[in-house]
């Protein structure tokens, strides 16, 4: 069936260190790709999708690549900042007339000052 | 424009009784999901909703219902309340059915004791 998979956590990394998030999913069907963030005692923010193999999703200095081939859309940042402490998730459309969305488990990440 | 908004923030509740969420989705929009958020299963979905009619279900008991009115906002009822019952239940709302992208409120924290 449909599932994401993303790497486990916490991660935990100083202020400006170089951030990947490994995330992939099953090849079923052609799905939008999403990262959401949720930040303590909040919601899901939608921090950035993509809708085709080889889109880059971008925004607030996060990018990811939709990559068919190896069905992965791994997160990553340059240089992170302690505002950037969160829970990160993965997540793919079911596909079809639905917006139900797939999440991986989500991954902690810390940033230290 | 006003986000999604969830009422309560947070219940409290006791086993064997029954609960009703709200979600008021962002203006406009039409189609609203609901999601259940645990330490132990992650994110799951619940139902969505489109045009005041359920669209997609996840795997739930029937104790899980919904429901959504002629303005777009949407309700979920839980009844005969469990332990396991004891979780943050986000909704989600879309412009359209389909793949779109979609807003969540900050969520309903309930605790079932």
């Known amino acids: 069936g449909n599932s994401v998979t993303q790497m486990e956590g916490p991660v935990t990394l100083s202020e400006e260190a170089f951030l990947t998030i490994n995330c992939t999913y099953t090849a079923t069907g052609y799905p939008s790709l999403f990262w959401y963030v949720q930040y303590p005692g909040e919601g899901l923010q939608l921090l950035l999708k993509a809708t085709k193999a080889d889109d880059k999703g971008s925004n607030k200095g996060f990018e990811a690549t939709y990559r068919k081939e190896t069905t992965s859309f791994h997160l990553e940042k340059g240089s992170v900042q302690v505002s950037d402490s969160a829970v990160y998730f993965c997540a793919r459309d079911y596909g079809g007339a639905t917006n139900k969305l797939i999440f991986g488990t989500g991954t902690l990440l810390a940033v230290q000052p | 424009k006003a986000g999604v908004t969830q009422t309560p923030r947070y219940l409290i509740k006791t086993r064997g009784q029954q609960v009703t969420l709200s979600c008021s989705p962002i203006s406009g929009h039409r189609s609203v999901s609901w999601y259940q958020q645990t330490p132990g299963q992650g994110l799951q979905f619940l139902f969505e909703?489109?045009?005041?009619?359920?669209?997609n279900k996840g795997n739930f008991p029937g104790r899980f219902s919904g429901r959504q009115f002629s303005n777009s906002r949407s309700e979920m009822n839980v009844s005969t309340l469990e332990l396991g019952d004891s979780a943050l239940y986000l909704c989600?709302?879309?412009?359209?059915?389909?793949?779109?992208?979609?807003?969540f409120g900050p969520g309903t924290r309930l605790t079932v004791t």
């Open positions: 989600a709302s879309s412009i359209e059915q389909g793949s779109y992208e979609q807003y």
């Open positions: 909703y489109f045009s005041e009619t359920q669209r």
